[in-house]
């Protein structure tokens, strides 16, 4: 379950830290491997928990996955290494400190504070640690502990929070560093970009930080005067690419920039540096990941053409949605990459897969019309005015927006919607200058993440050859394994489905068949008279047989038929693979129920709370369950004394 936790969350692109999600993702990684080394797994071994869990995903519900499976091994074995370079020492000093608190004790905050700050364990991996012994951990003397860190840092170097409130002196540096001009809309490279801030965050982090310079493997935060780097917003991720040290410069340095985002008002590349040292006052050539934002973009215009072909498919006949504004279909949020887009939007039905396949088509046609795209910047009344589509709860200058219009085809002679703007949008990502960039279109997923609101995925371009690829690889599998041509799959497949539900029924017919035999022979062993009443009565477990509700009301049914109308039935079956989990059934003859006014309903209810559970039914059958196992004995000794008291009441 970690494992599949930590995936989940590298997928998405988040990294390892000491704060808000990176800090969940370190802490699982962290209780991962400690609780490997438990049970005796040596060394590394995260890739390998990563690969089955990557397996064990469904390509279709987890598509993602696969695709950024080494990026998501890369970040996560570079944190078990990060873990296990003190681990060990760690460990030694946890077990130390566990054996020297006695029982039931407590753990001094000053030395969960020592396993945090000199070998990396958080501190609810020491409180769970301790916990599993019996002992707790004084968390006021660690927070003590922590806040005396804190001071000591401040005073002994030039630290800093990366907020312009944060501090004085970066607020200085910020504001010194000035805005950046971001030329990325007309070119992918600047030369001799100045360095205006260089921000290093311990451990990779927000919080702590030194400025200035950053040297060979740190993580740090440049700012330049110009960049063509595009910084995440709208939706779109940030670019990635590389800073290398300007023509003539009189030093090494090549940095990778992983991300890009606005953080405190200012451009922020994330970058680490492969080699030499990046510092304030640096000429650096900015070269931004050509083929990344070539399938971003193309990503990027695609959603525009999603939303507008959602809106004429899906309020084609609402006269109600009759602009923009009014629009019953609205943009919920997006995210856009190179490898696919996803867009969410408000709807009061789910699409139909006929109605998605037009959109898709729709989308295609109009990349196929090989249309321009334009950006412009005007006032944001006169956008609206003339129809651009904004975001609801976005904020935009009043005065100037930049939109962007997919225009009509070229060469249109009025048929059909080609001589029409499709798409106008309030955006400040990246776009293809022309529809025919993008290739081609391909829906791969829909989706409800919440009421009233739907979820469309997608991928454009060579990421449909590559989604394609791997289908077609797991068609020819099929198609091998079966031994049937790719053209009989469907038909094969189907006839497969059936004769295992076939098979499935059959099965449970002779289970259901040699229960009831083998219960037939238990019969006279539990069988029971009271008194000279006539009534007969049958308590028991049926050992080797499940957990089936249905079956055992078919046996204890069974049973009332062979031993009369004046006779009461309770069979209780534990879980085949050894579990708690137990179910009681109750069967009455109608005379018993008439007569003697047996419920069986508030008997097996009974029985079953006496096991940790509950249930109930009809005074002549019903079904109850129980999760502990370890109380069945009883239970059934105790509803065979209610029956037999009350069969025996005159």
């Keep these: 379950d970690h494992t599949r936790a930590v995936v989940h969350l590298a997928a998405d692109g988040v990294r390892a830290g000491n704060v808000r999600r990176g800090y969940v993702l370190r802490r699982l990684v962290r209780r991962l491997v400690r609780h490997g080394r ?13 690969r089955a869990a990557v397996e064990l995903c469904p390509e279709e519900s987890f598509p993602t996955l696969r695709q950024r499976e080494s990026a998501v091994i890369e970040e996560l074995e570079r944190e078990e ?40 364990f958080p501190l609810e991996l020491t409180q769970e640690a301790a916990g599993e012994i019996g002992l707790t951990v004084d968390e006021t003397g660690f927070e003590k502990c922590m806040e005396e860190q804190r001071t000591r840092a401040r005073a002994a170097h030039e630290s800093v929070d990366l907020t312009r409130d944060g501090s004085e002196e970066l607020k200085a540096v910020l504001d010194a560093a000035g805005d950046t001009e971001f030329v990325g809309y007309d070119c992918l490279e600047t030369r001799g970009a100045v360095v205006t801030a260089v921000i290093v965050a311990r451990d990779g982090d927000v919080g702590e930080e030194k400025l200035g310079a950053a040297e060979e493997g740190e993580l740090a935060r440049v700012v330049l005067d110009r960049t063509p780097f595009y910084a995440e917003g709208g939706g779109q991720v940030g670019d990635r690419g590389e800073l290398v040290v300007a023509d003539g410069g009189a030093c090494e340095c090549e940095c990778e920039v992983i991300d890009v985002k606005k953080e405190a008002g200012v451009t922020m590349h994330i970058v680490n540096v492969r080699r030499g040292i ?78 998605l396949a037009r959109v898709e088509a729709r989308i295609n046609r109009w990349i196929a019309e090989a249309r321009d795209t334009r950006a412009q910047s005007m006032a944001l009344q006169d956008a609206i005015s003339q129809g651009a589509v904004a975001m609801f709860g976005e904020k935009y200058d009043a005065h100037d927006v930049r939109v962007i219009s997919v225009l009509p085809a070229v060469g249109a002679n009025g048929g059909g919607d080609a001589d029409k703007v499709v798409s ?15 290739g081609a279109f391909k829906v791969v997923a829909e989706s409800g993440i919440a009421a009233g609101v739907r979820r469309v995925e997608a991928v454009c371009g060579s990421a449909v050859l590559e989604w394609a690829a791997a289908r077609d690889e797991i068609v020819s599998e099929l198609s091998a394994r079966l031994k049937v041509p790719v053209e009989d799959l469907q038909e094969r497949v189907l006839a497969l489905v059936e004769d295992g539900r076939a098979a499935t029924k059959e099965l449970e017919k002779v289970r259901m068949e040699l229960m009831v035999a083998k219960s ?14 006539g009534a007969r009565v049958a308590v028991g477990e049926l050992e080797g047989g499940s957990c089936d509700g249905d079956a055992l009301k078919a046996v204890a049914t069974r ?29 009455a003859g109608s005379a018993a129920v008439k007569h003697k006014k047996i419920h069986v309903g508030k008997i097996v209810g009974a029985a079953a709370k006496l096991c940790g559970g509950g249930g109930g039914g009809r005074p002549n059958v019903a079904q109850a369950g129980g999760r502990d196992a370890s109380k069945l004995q009883a239970a059934l000794e105790s509803a065979a004394q209610s029956i037999k008291e009350n069969l025996s009441d005159g």
């Design 520 to 533: 037939d022979a238990l019969l006279d062993e539990l069988v029971e008279d009271v008194g000279d009443t």
């Design 278 to 355: 990046v510092r304030v006052g640096m000429k650096l050539n900015a070269r931004v990941d050509s083929e990344l934002r070539r399938r971003t973009r193309a990503h990027h215009t695609a959603t525009h053409l999603l939303q507008a072909a959602l809106r004429e498919e899906l309020e084609s006949h609402d006269e109600t949605a009759v602009s923009s504004s009014s629009s019953k279909i609205a943009q919920a949020g997006s995210r856009v990459d190179a490898q696919r887009l996803r867009f969410d939007f408000t709807a009061p039905d789910a699409p139909s897969a006929k109605q």
């Design 559 to 587: 049973w009332v038929q062979k031993l009369g109308e004046m006779s009461v039935v309770v069979l209780a079956a534990r879980d085949a693979d050894g579990g708690s989990k137990v179910v009681l059934v109750g069967a």
């Design 424 to 438: 106008m949008e309030l955006c400040g990502g990246t776009h293809v200058s022309n529809t025919a960039e993008i």
């Design 38 to 50: 438990r049970i005796g797994v040596k060394g590394t071994f995260v890739a390998q928990m990563v």
């Design 81 to 120: 290494k990060r873990f296990l370079a003190t681990l060990e020492r760690g460990e030694k000093r946890l077990a130390d400190v566990l054996s020297a608190t006695s029982a039931g004790g407590v753990v001094r905050g000053e030395e969960a504070f020592e396993l945090y700050d000199t070998f990396g």
